[in-house]
């Protein structure tokens, strides 16, 4: 190594590396503010998993860190071509950047002005107030993590507490009742399945069932989308009865046939493939002990991001 590389202070190295990481962190609470004010405040459907609370920030941290640390270690590198304020303004531009993408209601152009913008400013400050900097970074780093840490942990222990609680608040079931297994088919016409004719056999399970049942050769969806159609199914409602709505979910005015049966002794359980409008802010869960909607995979953290 050269004496010039020799000298560098490591601590001021890896305060910038810390800085990039808080960066990443701070970019990724915001997001979640903003799908928190969507939700909370518009009464909006996200379309997140719950997840969301600890995944927009490892999401954030991951996107943004990752860029924000090479930057880091650029400007500490070639110190006479990239500097370190640079290396700031770059980190506050792409933080901003990515919580102003989050807000549909602004167009991208204007949310890459902002975001130069609140960079210029950013640099201002690690010029003129580097030691107030690094000083706000340090003492909010170790509580953004254990707020993130114990937004998980309380997420995935309410959630188990919940299905505890619901199990042992079941009524005793009855012997003579028989298994229950009701299955919906989003967007399916009916003259699309072998069952009713269709050439191919696009339905073998459901002509097997069929055999050994009743088959009903005429019927229509109560409404012509998604949600109130399988809010109509559960409670046996029509449509108009209901509160389902673009961004209303269902309410508790009528029971579902999930809490009918669980009111029965029935151990229920809901799985839904179409997260978009049967996921669980859309109402349809009430009555399920079990409901999987939100599949987790690390593809997730970095879509969020």
Not at 102 to 113: E, G, K, L, M, Q
Not at 131 to 146: F, M, N, S, Y
Not at 233 to 240: H, Q
Not at 266 to 288: D, I, S
Request: hydrophobic share 50%; charged share 15%.
């Amino acid at each position: 190594m050269t004496p010039a590389l020799l000298e560098r202070p490591i601590p001021r190295l890896r305060f910038q590396i810390l800085l990039a990481l808080w960066c990443g962190l701070l970019a990724g609470v915001g997001g979640l503010v903003v799908l928190g004010f969507r939700k909370y405040v518009q009464h909006h459907f996200i379309f997140v998993p719950p997840e969301v609370i600890w995944l927009e920030p490892l999401s954030g941290l991951i996107a943004l860190g990752v860029p924000a640390i090479l930057c880091v270690l650029l400007s500490w590198l070639f110190p006479n071509r990239l500097g370190w304020p640079l290396a700031v303004a770059v980190l506050g531009f792409l933080g901003a950047l990515s919580i102003l993408l989050a807000i549909p209601s602004v167009d991208y152009r204007a949310s890459v002005v902002l975001a130069v913008g609140i960079g210029v400013q950013m640099r201002r400050l690690a010029i003129t107030r580097e030691i107030g900097l690094e000083r706000l970074v340090r003492r909010t780093v170790p509580p953004l993590v254990a707020i993130i840490v114990g937004a998980a942990a309380w997420l995935h222990g309410s959630r188990a507490w919940r299905e505890h609680e619901l199990l042992m608040r079941r009524p005793e079931a009855g012997a003579e009742g028989p298994n229950v297994l009701l299955v919906i088919l989003d967007t399916v016409r009916g003259w699309n399945l072998s069952l009713y004719g269709y050439p191919r056999p696009t339905s073998p399970g459901l002509e097997r069932l069929a055999t050994r049942g009743v088959t009903f050769t005429r019927a229509l969806a109560p409404a012509p989308w998604t949600l109130p159609s399988t809010a109509s199914i559960l409670t046996g409602r029509w449509p108009s009865e209901l509160s389902t709505d673009w961004f209303t979910p269902l309410d508790g005015t009528y029971p579902t046939v999930g809490e009918i049966l669980f009111r029965r002794g029935y151990l229920t359980a809901g799985f839904v493939g179409n997260v978009m409008y049967t996921g669980y802010e859309t109402g349809l869960p009430r009555g399920f002990v079990h409901f999987v909607d939100y599949r987790w995979s690390v593809a997730r953290v970095f879509t969020l991001g």
